[in-house]
C-alpha cells in the first residue's frame, strides 16, 4: 500500500510541473523607446503613408501594370507562395498528430514440421496506435508549426513589398535615363551648332585651331555619353524583364514630367502630408520583418515546451482487432481482440533531451536580442528615408534655381561671343555648367523618388 502511495504522488507531482507545457506564448520582449529617433522635424500623427495600398501610392497606369505582371509571375514571390502551402501542409499534419493512426497489417503463415500435414495460419488485423498528449509535446509541436506558418506567410509580404519597391525604383530610373538622354541630345545639337560656329570662324581667321579642337573634343563626349546612356537603358529594361519573368522586350513608361508621374512621385516629395509616418506601434503591425521576427520567437518558445516536454513520460495505446485462426482455431478463425498500454519515462538518453532543451532555450534568447535588432533597424529605416526626401526636397529649390541662372548665363555668353566680347572658353564653360546642373536636377529628383518608396517601405507599405 505504501508503494502504492509514493507512485500515487509522483505521478501527481508530474502532473501539476507539467501543466506549464500547455501555455500559450506571450511576448515578453519590451519595444525600443521612440523607434524613429529624431524624424527629421515631423511630428508623428495617426496618419501615415504606409495605410495607402499600392496602387494608391503608385498612380501611374503603367507602373500598375508593370507591378501586376511582377505579382504575377515573379518567381521569388511564387517560391514563398509554394513554402506557404508547404507549411500549411505540416501544420494539418501536426494537427492529425492528436488522431490515432491505424494499420491493415494481414499475414498468412504456411508451416510443416517432418512429416506433419502443413499447417496454414492467417491473422487479418487492424492495427490501432495512439499517443496520449498528457505533457503538452503534440500541441506545442502544432503550436510551433502554426507559428512557422505565420513566418511563411510573412515572408511571402516581405517578398511582396521589396518586390513591388523594386520594380517602382527600376520605373522610375528608366525615367531618369529618359531624361538624362533627352538633355544629352539637346545638348549634342546645342554644342554640335556651337562647333559649327567655331569651325566658321577658323576658316574666317577668327578663331584658333585650338578652340575648334576643344569644342569638337566636348562635343564627342556627349556623342559617347548618349551610347552609355542608351545602353544603361537597356539594361534596365532587361532588369525589369526579369522581375517580371519575361524574355528582354522594350518597356512602355511615361515621360519624365507626364502629370501622372509628377504627382506619384516628384510632387509628392515636396509636401509635407506625403511625408505622414505614424507612430511607432503602426510600423511594428505592418512591418513583415518585425512580425516575422515575433513569429521566430513564437516557435521558439513552443520548441522549448516541446523540450521539456521530452522529460515527462510518453504513453501510448496500442490495440488490435480482426480475425485469427491461430492457436488451433479453426476457420474462417475467430474474432481476435487486444489491447495494450504503455508508459515510457526517459531515464538516462546520453544526455540528448538535456542538450535538447538548453540548446531550445539559448535559441529562444538569441531571436528575442534579433526581435529587438530588426525594430531597431526598422526606425533607422525610417528615420534615413525620411531624411533623404527632406534633403532632396531642399535641394531641389537649389539646383532649379542653378539651372535657371547657368541657362541665362549659356545664353548671354553666346551672345558675347558672337559679338567678339567673349572667348570661346567661355562658352564652353557655361555649355558644359549647364549640362552638369541639368543632370545633377534630374538625379535629384530620381533620389527625392526613390526615397520616398523607401519610406514607404520603411513604415510597412506595399504588402497588401
Known amino acids: 500500500m505504501r508503494y502504492k502511495n509514493i507512485i ?8 501539476l510541473t507539467g501543466c ?56 521569388d514571390l511564387n517560391t514563398a507562395r509554394i513554402n506557404i502551402e508547404k507549411s ?47 505533457f503538452g509535446s503534440i500541441t506545442n509541436k502544432k503550436r510551433a508549426a502554426k507559428a512557422a506558418l505565420l513566418q511563411a506567410q510573412m515572408t511571402e509580404e516581405s517578398t511582396r513589398s521589396n518586390l513591388i519597391s523594386t520594380v517602382a525604383q527600376e520605373y522610375f530610373y528608366l525615367q531618369l535615363l529618359d531624361r538624362e538622354l533627352d538633355i544629352l541630345i539637346e545638348t549634342d545639337s546645342l554644342w554640335k551648332a556651337s562647333l559649327d560656329t567655331q569651325q566658321a570662324l577658323y576658316e574666317n581667321g577668327q578663331a584658333y585651331s585650338t578652340a575648334v ?7 564627342l563626349d556627349v556623342k559617347t555619353q548618349i551610347v552609355d546612356i542608351r545602353r544603361v537603358i537597356r539594361s534596365t529594361e532587361n532588369e525589369i524583364c526579369s522581375l517580371l519573368c519575361i524574355t528582354p522586350q522594350h518597356i512602355e513608361r511615361a515621360h519624365w514630367y507626364a502629370d501622372h508621374y ?12 506625403y511625408l505622414r509616418i505614424g507612430i511607432p506601434a503602426q510600423m511594428l503591425e ?9 513569429y521566430y520567437m ?13 522529460f515527462f513520460p510518453s504513453i501510448t495505446l496500442n490495440g488490435e482487432v480482426g480475425w485469427s485462426n491461430n492457436g488451433g482455431l479453426v476457420n474462417p478463425g475467430k474474432l481476435l481482440w487486444q489491447f495494450v498500454g504503455s508508459l515510457t519515462q526517459p531515464i538516462f538518453a546520453r544526455g540528448q533531451i538535456r542538450a535538447n532543451y538548453k540548446t531550445s532555450k539559448l535559441t529562444e534568447e538569441n531571436l528575442k536580442k534579433k526581435y529587438v535588432q530588426a525594430v531597431v533597424d526598422a526606425g533607422n529605416d525610417v528615420n534615413e528615408a525620411l531624411a533623404d526626401c527632406r534633403a532632396a526636397r531642399e535641394k531641389h529649390e537649389y539646383y ?26 567661355e562658352v564652353l564653360t557655361a555649355q558644359e555648367s549647364l549640362l552638369s546642373a541639368q543632370l545633377n536636377e534630374a538625379t535629384n529628383m530620381y533620389n527625392g523618388a526613390q526615397a520616398l518608396i523607401a519610406l514607404y517601405v520603411a513604415l510597412g507599405g506595399g504588402t497588401k
Not at 534655381?401 to 572667348?423: P, S, W, Y
Open 213 to 219: 579642337n576643344q569644342q569638337e573634343s566636348s562635343w
Open 400 to 425: 532649379h534655381r542653378q539651372v535657371e541662372v547657368l541657362h541665362e548665363a549659356f545664353v548671354g555668353t553666346h551672345e558675347l561671343m558672337d559679338n567678339g566680347k567673349a572667348k570661346y572658353l
Open 8 to 15: 500515487a504522488a509522483a505521478a501527481v507531482s508530474m502532473m
Open 88 to 134: 500549411e501542409i505540416s501544420l494539418k499534419t501536426k494537427k492529425l498528430a492528436y488522431l490515432p493512426s491505424l494499420y491493415f497489417a494481414p499475414q498468412g503463415i504456411l508451416s510443416k514440421f517432418g512429416t506433419s500435414a502443413w499447417s496454414k495460419s492467417y491473422t487479418i488485423p487492424l492495427d490501432v496506435s495512439w499517443d496520449i498528449d498528457v
Open 262 to 273: 509628377h504627382s506619384a512621385a516628384d510632387k509628392r516629395m515636396f509636401e509635407d502630408r
Open 286 to 294: 505592418r512591418r513583415p520583418d518585425i512580425r516575422l521576427a515575433n
Open 20 to 75: 506549464g507545457l500547455y501555455n500559450k506564448y506571450e511576448k515578453t520582449v519590451e519595444d525600443p523607446a521612440d523607434p524613429f529617433g529624431t524624424a527629421v522635424g515631423v511630428s508623428t500623427t495617426d496618419e501615415s503613408i504606409a495605410q495607402m495600398s499600392w496602387r494608391e501610392f503608385f498612380s501611374d497606369p503603367l507602373l500598375q501594370k508593370l507591378i501586376e505582371q511582377a505579382l504575377a509571375n515573379n518567381t
Open 298 to 310: 513564437e516557435e521558439a518558445f513552443y520548441n522549448v515546451q516541446a523540450a521539456r516536454a521530452a
